[in-house]
């Protein structure tokens, strides 16, 4: 029972923050809230840092997800650049880094994640950035100029959206990646051949196999990446986009079960009833991976954050997603729906070559998994028979000319 006395906190003022705080005023709950960020900004959403604001075509306002005023409308008590230091469980309270303390009934965790620094020497050299907030974005932005040398050290998502948007400015980029292939973790080889083709075609110059070792300061200004096998990259500007650490300390050290991210159940609950987890800090059991995932993505922050906060008020709720995932490179747009796996038959539908297509992947006579470019329509129907578990024929995907609504 939820009373105007009970008090639910949510750490972490991001997008899946955001989302709770708003859902437990739609959802008409009449206590108080309080949301409390580290960062001075109101939530945001953050794809757009690597893609328009990033660009300058976008303002840092315009990812605002609710501003100053919908916040104060809707009675939520905003704690910006306030940290969190640690949670009482027993006594139910929170510290903050200036030792205030806040009660809560519930308490949901939306610490999400940092951007993973590279351990090597003259990581922490000026002109060595990382993305992951409004604040990046801005020191970043304005060393993508025309013909600035940028080097990307990790071919992953952030880094190949930002080296497309570095070269779209002007620049000379060069990515560099340890492992043989782009996005190696996170999507088939297909996709991978895809992605190095598009960033080749658009004069990337893509460096796999190739370790950093150290930055060094140039005699001639900027910086040199210095790689394991003795070549140096010359740079003004180097972006390391090398993966994210889920912010789970303030979980961890409060008793919660945690295993690389805090763990919680499809009712978004942790180890403690009381508390829930949301966003990139949390892990969950996942049907349609039939393993436990830390999903790191848009539609994961929003969903995930209004089914805890829903959960919270004690709404009955099953939270499983179909995993999905999109980027803009260079023009393209991808997008990912499912978990794809190397046991699954693929299917080509279209061209990669022309810049529009589908890979499907099937389990015997099912869709699980369907990732393209420029393919938002077909995709959208690849979803639905994934969803639906519909039983379809390879060679029917295959064939541009089987309507898949039909399908
Ligand atoms: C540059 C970039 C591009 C992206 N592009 C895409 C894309 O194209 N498609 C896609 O699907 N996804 C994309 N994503 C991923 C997506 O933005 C994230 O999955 C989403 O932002 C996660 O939201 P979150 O609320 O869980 O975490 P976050 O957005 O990280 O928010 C967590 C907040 O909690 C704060 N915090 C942490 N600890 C404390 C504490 N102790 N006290 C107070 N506050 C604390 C953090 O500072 C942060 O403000 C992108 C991410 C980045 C960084």
């Known amino acids: 029972m939820h009373t105007e006395s009970t008090t639910i906190v949510i750490i972490g ?3 899946a923050g955001g989302w709770a705080a708003r859902t437990l005023r739609e959802e008409g709950f009449a206590g108080r809230v309080v949301l409390i960020g580290d ?12 893609k328009a604001v990033l660009a300058g075509e976008a303002t840092p306002e315009s990812v605002h997800l609710l501003d100053a005023a919908a916040i104060a409308a809707l009675s939520i008590d905003w704690l910006a650049s306030a940290r969190v230091a640690s949670i009482d469980r027993n006594a139910r309270q929170l510290m903050l880094a200036d030792a205030s303390a806040i009660r809560y009934d519930k308490l949901i965790l939306c610490t999400g994640g940092r951007a993973r620094e590279l351990d090597v020497p003259g990581a922490g050299l000026p002109g060595v950035h990382t993305l992951r907030t409004i604040d990046d974005a801005q020191r970043l932005g304005p060393a993508l100029k025309r013909d600035a040398r940028v080097a990307v050290v990790g071919g992953g998502w952030i880094g190949l959206e930002v080296a497309a948007t570095a070269r779209q400015r002007g620049a000379a980029v060069t990515v560099i990646e340890t492992m043989q292939r782009l996005c190696e973790r996170s999507v088939p080889q297909a996709l991978s051949a895809y992605l190095q083709a598009l960033h080749a075609a658009q004069g990337v110059e893509v460096l796999l196999g190739a370790a950093v070792t150290s930055f060094v300061p140039a005699a001639s200004g900027g910086l040199d990446v210095m790689l394991s096998d003795g070549r140096s990259i010359p740079s003004d500007a180097v972006v390391v986009g090398i993966g994210l650490v889920p912010n789970d300390e303030l979980a961890r050290a409060a008793g919660l079960e945690c295993d690389g991210g805090v763990l919680v159940d499809a009712q978004c609950r942790t180890s403690d009833p009381d508390i829930f987890a949301a966003g990139d800090v949390a892990v969950a059991r996942n049907s349609w ?14 969903e995930q954050g209004i089914a805890a906060a829903r959960s919270a008020l004690g709404r009955d709720i099953h939270y499983d997603p179909l995993p999905w995932f999109w980027s803009d490179q260079h023009g393209t747009n991808l997008q990912i729906y499912g978990v794809p796996s190397p046991s699954h038959q693929m299917v080509v539908r279209g061209d990669p070559e022309t810049g529009s297509f589908v890979f499907f992947y099937l389990d015997g006579e099912r869709l699980v998994a369907a990732l393209g470019g420029n393919a938002a329509r077909d995709l959208r129907f690849a979803r639905r028979l994934i969803e639906r578990r519909t039983q379809v024929r390879a060679q029917d995907l295959a064939d541009p000319g089987v309507s898949l609504a039909k399908l």
Not at 289 to 302: F, G, I, K, P
């Open 289 to 302: 991976a039939d393993r436990r995932l830390r999903l790191e993505s848009w539609q994961n922050a929003q």
């Open 13 to 15: 003022a991001g997008q």
């Open 39 to 50: 960062e001075a900004h109101p939530p945001y959403e953050r794809p757009p840092l690597s």
